[in-house]
Nanobody, 126 residues
Framework: QVQLAESGGGLVQPGGSLTLSCRMS????????IGWFRQAPGKEREGLVG???????YYTDSGKGRFTISRDNAKNAVYLQANNLKPEDTAVYYC????????????????????WGPGTQVTVSS
């Protein structure tokens, strides 16, 4: 049984940074691609960045520049470093895992990911 849990969200001032964590319990993280997504109030969920089993990273336009993904298979965790945060980054941030979703191309955020975490709230406000 795969379970994902995000952490690290909170209130941050504009221009600040956060590191979000996504921890997997159950099987080994090595076998899964991981994606980071977010959903702002009143908006559709959007993908930010994915990382495949080999460690290759795939950024969407929304994720480029200020977001960095990394994975630590020894800790069964994937991280999202978010820098220079803006009020429009306020959203619930989710991680998702799947063994088979292809991350190349632009459609990976819209694929049916198998497992989702409950999300962590990030609020950017002064």
């Amino acid at each position: 049984q795969v379970q994902l849990a995000e952490s690290g969200g909170g209130l941050v001032q504009p221009g600040g940074s956060l590191t979000l964590s996504c921890r997997m319990s159950g099987p080994l993280l090595d076998d899964y691609g991981i994606g980071w997504f977010r959903q702002a109030p009143g908006k559709e969920r959007e993908g930010l960045v994915g990382i495949d089993k080999a460690g290759y990273k795939y950024y969407t336009d929304s994720g480029k520049g200020r977001f960095t993904i990394s994975r630590d298979n020894a800790k069964n965790a994937v991280y999202l470093q978010a820098n220079n945060l803006k009020p429009e980054d306020t959203a619930v941030y989710y991680c998702a895992a799947d063994k088979f979703v292809p991350l190349y191309g632009s459609e990976w955020p819209n694929k049916p990911w198998d497992y989702w975490g409950p999300g962590t709230q990030v609020t950017v406000s002064s």
